[in-house]
Every structure is written in structure tokens, then in C-alpha cells.
């Protein structure tokens, strides 16, 4: 056991190594992060990126804010626009920032000496600061290959800075790709004239493309090519609800720990023909998602379910997934396009095989012509569409 312990440090200390050289090398910019709230990362912008100010280390206000990130972490950020005002609390205390008039006061307006800052309209805040006063909230720094990893974490964290580095290289990687596209300066244009072109005939009217305005939240149900699945949407720098049995979570558990990381959410499919039936196995499901990543499950697909027993299932805490759309039904990409409603959101459900994964590559592609807003199904967000 001793041998086995030796040999696993021995690996992750080379792999610290290894990712030291690789940063030294090929390092993003100074002044470059990368943020994370537990295991669920946070994309990075020009408007979010995080900056130090006299030598203190300011976040954005989202990565404490719940509605944001999905993720309760005891201590949360509610901002009021109309009171100019920023309100750190855990239920016992609470730190007030002023914004218009650079000051801050705690629950018993006792004046503090930290102040919040605003650039354009994102409020940044002392993230050691507020963990070193609130004591439930940790905060990391991790050198990557794509900026500094800054990591806001309480005790439900799953990995360590390490590992989330290892099973979130690839997200990272497209986010500060994506991040380095959206501030680079438009082409100078050149002093060499076109040559004019032919008159041509007007272009005729045309439709528009099936989905065009349209908005979806996708699902794959998990299967044998659900690791392609999750590869492909990393690629597409995409996240999606992922539907498992309870009795396949134990089996994939290395890749259910990676969706997690990932930022996908994770979600139940039940099989029970009644609501004990369902509840039963929604408990197993839970249990096993907490076990194996500290996820908590909120949303579930019970579709052998009547009202009376979808009703029992949301009495208990759990939304409903229910899909308008299966790709099973549709034989290409374009038939799931011409489906689509601009009147609500679209619940389009894949399958993790073969057929599943050909008709998601060409319906991303078909989605990214027609404009289509692709957004990830989150329990808040499909509570909010109903």
C-alpha cells in the first residue's frame, strides 16, 4: 500500500513538472485567467476577466452568485443596480459594498476598509479578502498553459487544482482561444483597391433557414459512444444535460466525474412505471451522484409518468426533462431544423450511438448557420421555461 501510495505521488508530482514546463514555455499573457467555482468552470471574457489592483486579486461578482453558476456556495453576491449596491452574505453575516460611494459596511454597518471595483458595467470583488472573512470559501491559483486558473471552492469541491487542470485541459484550451478571437483589433485595411466586380443581377428573395431565431437546450442519452459524445461538445467548446440510469453511473464513473468538471449538467433518467417507483430510483440515482462526484441531481426524465406522478416527482425537488424533439424520430439534421419553434425553447434529446452522434455533428453545424442560441439545460433554466 506504502508502494502504491510512493508511486502515485511520485506520478503527480511529475506531472506538476511537467505542467510547470509546459506553462514556462508556452504560458498564456500575464494578466490572463481562467475561473472555476468548485468543479464547474466559468468562461472567460473581456468584460469577466479577473485583475489585480494594488496588489490585490479582484473576481467578478458572478462567480459568488448562484443564479450565475449554478453553484450554492454558502457565501453568495446579490447585486441591486437600482441602490448601487453589492451584498456578500452566508445567512449569518454580510458584507456591503457601495459602489457609488467606494465604501463598504458588514451586517451592523461597521465601516470596512476593502472596497469593490467597476469596470464598465461587471462589479469585481476582493476575492481573498471575503474568503479570509467569511472562512467557508477557499480561493486557489494555478498556473496553466491558458492563464491562471483562479478557483473559488467550498468543502462539496470534488477535485483537487490538479486534477481539475487534467480533466479540464481541453475546455480551457477552446476558452482562451475563444477569449484570445474576441479581443484581437479588426484587420487594417489595405491600400491596394479592389477590383470592381461585374454588375450582377440582383439576388432573389430567399427563405430563411430553417431554425433561423429559433433557441435549444440539448440532451444526450447516455450510451456506448458517450465519451465521443463529451469529446465532441468539448471541441465545439459546448455543454449539454447528460441523461444517465442510476445503474450506469457506477460503471462510467471516471466520466461522470469528467462531465462535472466539464461544467455539463448531469441528470436521471427513470424507468419506474409509478411515482414510488420513480422516487426510489431518482434516491439511488442521488446517492450515487453524490458518492462519486459530490454532484447534486436536480433534474430527471421520468416519461412512463402521469401528471399525478410528475407532480409528486417535482413535489420532491426534481425538474422535469422532457424532450419536444428526439433525433431517434428524424433522419437528418434539416427535418430537426424545420421543428424547431422561435416561440419557446426547444428540448431536442440525442442518443450516445453511432446514429446519435452523426446526426449531432451535422445538426451543431446546421444550428450555427441558422443562428440558432444553443443554451445548456440547467434545472433554473428549464424551470424558468416551463
Not at 441602490?83 to 460611494?101: H, K, Y
Not at 487594417?188 to 430563411?208: D, I, K, L, N
Not at 445503474?247 to 448531469?266: K, P, Q, S, W
Request: proline content about 6%; hydrophobic content about 45%.
Amino acid at each position: 500500500m506504502k508502494r502504491t501510495l510512493n508511486i502515485i505521488l511520485a506520478a503527480a508530482l511529475c506531472a506538476a513538472l511537467l505542467l510547470g514546463l509546459i506553462s514556462t514555455a508556452g504560458a498564456a499573457p500575464a494578466g490572463v485567467y481562467q475561473m472555476a467555482v468548485n468543479d464547474t468552470p466559468v468562461e472567460m471574457t473581456a468584460g469577466n476577466m479577473p485583475m489585480t489592483v494594488g496588489g490585490v486579486l479582484y473576481v467578478p461578482y458572478i462567480m459568488l452568485s448562484s443564479r450565475t453558476t449554478g453553484i450554492n456556495l454558502g457565501v453568495t453576491a446579490q447585486y441591486n443596480p437600482s441602490r448601487w449596491t453589492l451584498t456578500v452574505g452566508d445567512g449569518q453575516r454580510a458584507v456591503t459594498f457601495d459602489l457609488q460611494n467606494n465604501t463598504s459596511y458588514d451586517t451592523f454597518d461597521t465601516p470596512l476598509n476593502i472596497r469593490a471595483v467597476t469596470r464598465n458595467t461587471m462589479v469585481f470583488l476582493p476575492i481573498l479578502w471575503l474568503c479570509n472573512y467569511f472562512g467557508s470559501i477557499n480561493c486557489s491559483l494555478t498556473r496553466t498553459p491558458y492563464g491562471t486558473l483562479v478557483r473559488v471552492s467550498n468543502s462539496a469541491v470534488v477535485l483537487s487544482d490538479a486534477e481539475y487542470v487534467a480533466a479540464a485541459a481541453s475546455l480551457m484550451a477552446n476558452n482562451y482561444d475563444r477569449y484570445l478571437k474576441s479581443i484581437q483589433p479588426p484587420a487594417s485595411p489595405t491600400s491596394t483597391a479592389a477590383p470592381t466586380a461585374a454588375p450582377t443581377a440582383a439576388p432573389r428573395p430567399s427563405e430563411p433557414l430553417p431554425g433561423t431565431g429559433a433557441e435549444a437546450a440539448l440532451a444526450y442519452r447516455w450510451g456506448e459512444q458517450g465519451e465521443e459524445a463529451v469529446r465532441l461538445l468539448e471541441n465545439a467548446n459546448q455543454r449539454a444535460l447528460f441523461l444517465f440510469a442510476p445503474g450506469e453511473l457506477a460503471a462510467n464513473d471516471g466520466l461522470v466525474r469528467r462531465l462535472a468538471a466539464g461544467g455539463h449538467t448531469i441528470g436521471l433518467i427513470l424507468t419506474g412505471e409509478n411515482a414510488g417507483e420513480c422516487l426510489a430510483q431518482a434516491e439511488e440515482g442521488a446517492a450515487l451522484l453524490a458518492a462519486i462526484a459530490r454532484y447534486p441531481v436536480l433534474l430527471a426524465e421520468a416519461p412512463a409518468l402521469d401528471g399525478d406522478g410528475k407532480a409528486a416527482l417535482e413535489g420532491a425537488g426534481y425538474v422535469l426533462w422532457e424532450p419536444d424533439l428526439r433525433g431517434e424520430d428524424y433522419s437528418s439534421a434539416n427535418g430537426i431544423m424545420r421543428a424547431l419553434s422561435t416561440r419557446r425553447l426547444n428540448r431536442v434529446e440525442l442518443n450516445c450511438d453511432g446514429a446519435g452522434l452523426a446526426l449531432s455533428r451535422s445538426l451543431w453545424s446546421a444550428m450555427t448557420d441558422a443562428g440558432c442560441r444553443v443554451r445548456q439545460a440547467t434545472a433554473p433554466l428549464l424551470a424558468q421555461a416551463g
